[in-house]
């Protein structure tokens, strides 16, 4: 399969003065189609400057940059506005909003751009205002937005156009934390839907919740480091005289590593390279990921549901008491006077379900109800 974006050989040099500043000095990077790449580094070691080039705001010096193999880099004026206003969509920092329009015409300026009639992109803004999160908000012109609310109709009028690949020059840089946590959010969501995103960020929670980080310095990539949480891990497991090798992807085995552990202790077990769970030993080659990349891939595992309903019939019941625990059959007139009285805890990766808890007597009565067609991914069951 072809990249999505492929930049070979790029150098930015830029003339200020008498001097020649090289914002970027010769960058190979290619990026997938539902890829999402943080790009990270100090100030003014070329992130912008590069994702410029990608979007073909700016023309590299040398070497080219190729999205979906049509060559970028050497388009004519009339064909790289076109590029930009249909192939890619561009989110900044300081959103870039047109004062004098509302939310929903700031959304439907690149779409009456490319010809879009005026009904189709009416009806168009108001579903992408929806989608961020702001319909009611459509009539607001930007000064009487909030900077998270201007940002998520930036990202809507980004996405007007349905572009391949979007952009995002420190989208959360104007934000508060929590501001920036729910755009982050919006982000996952959008890449979880299959839109390719790159974004040069300073913010760690951003980069944390990309596959990918790029690291940057002084024009070059210094580092490309892809979490892949689906990177093949052979497990050698060990139980009595019995041996045998499965082969993970490596999220199975940090799901599996989480039962019972907090991220850190995760982290320090994958790094050893050795286990023991319910008598059964298990080996690999050590593997060192940093605390983002653990929480990255941990992201990917399923979220707790608090507002999920407890079908006690569905459930499987156990009684816990100070002596360990004991599965309650399906009749068992605990499990009636416990569930009403259950409530949520977590979904938990040991036993791969939504568990609810409810007192009963001197222990405790615990639910745990699967999720439709889902399973432990270490599951051998067919
Ligand atoms: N138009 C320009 N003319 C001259 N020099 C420039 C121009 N744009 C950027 N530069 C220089 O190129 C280098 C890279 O700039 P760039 O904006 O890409 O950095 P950055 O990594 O995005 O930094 P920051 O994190 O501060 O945004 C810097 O030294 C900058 O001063
Ligand atoms: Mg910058």
Redesign the pocket.
């Known amino acids: 399969m072809s990249a999505l974006v492929r930049v070979e050989g790029v150098r930015r040099d830029?003339?200020?003065g008498g001097d020649v500043?090289h914002?970027?000095r010769g960058v190979d990077l290619a990026i997938d189609a539902g890829e999402w790449v943080a790009i990270v580094?100090?100030?003014?070691?070329?992130?912008?400057?590069?994702l410029n080039l990608l979007g073909a705001i700016d023309t590299p010096s040398a070497g080219r940059v190729f999205v979906r193999e049509r060559d970028v880099s050497s388009l004519g004026d009339r064909e790289a506005t076109r590029f930009r206003l249909l192939d890619v969509g561009f989110v900044f920092q300081r959103f870039y909003l047109m004062p004098a329009l509302t939310a929903r015409e700031n959304i439907e300026l690149p779409m009456a751009e490319a010809g879009v009639p005026r009904d189709a992109r009416r009806a168009r803004a108001m579903e992408l205002l929806a989608y961020v999160g702001v319909a009611d908000r459509a009539r607001h012109f930007p000064a009487q937005l909030s900077g998270g609310e201007q940002q998520r109709v930036a990202i809507a009028r980004a996405l007007a156009n349905r572009p391949a690949l979007l952009l995002a020059?420190?989208p959360t840089g104007e934000l508060d934390a929590r501001t920036g946590a729910e755009i982050i959010a919006l982000l996952s969501r959008l890449n979880r839907e299959g839109t390719t995103l790159v974004v040069?960020t300073?913010d760690e929670e951003l980069a944390a919740s990309a596959q990918r980080v790029v690291h940057?310095r002084d024009?070059v990539i210094i580092d490309n480091h892809s979490r892949d949480a689906g990177l093949i891990v052979p497990v050698r497991m060990q139980q009595g005289e019995g041996e045998r090798t499965v082969r993970w992807p490596l999220r199975t085995l940090i799901a599996w590593l989480f039962v019972g552990r907090q991220c850190d202790e995760v982290r320090a077990v994958l790094a050893r390279g050795e286990t023991e769970r319910d008598g059964t030993r298990a080996a690999w080659a050590p593997v060192h990921l940093s605390p983002e990349e653990l929480t990255a891939i941990e992201r990917t595992f399923p979220a707790a549901a608090p507002s999920r309903a407890l079908d006690p019939r569905r459930a499987r019941a156990w009684l816990v008491t100070s002596n360990g625990s004991a599965p309650l059959v399906p009749d068992d007139s605990r499990i009636v006077e416990a569930a009403p009285q259950a409530t949520y805890r977590w979904f938990d990766y040991g036993v791969w379900a939504d568990v609810w808890e409810a007192r009963h007597g001197d222990g405790v009565v615990r639910f745990e109800m699967p999720r439709d067609g889902e399973r432990a991914p270490w599951s051998t069951a067919p």
């Open positions: 830029y003339r200020a500043v914002a970027v580094g100090p100030s003014g070691c070329g992130k912008s400057t590069l020059d420190e040069v300073h940057m024009g």
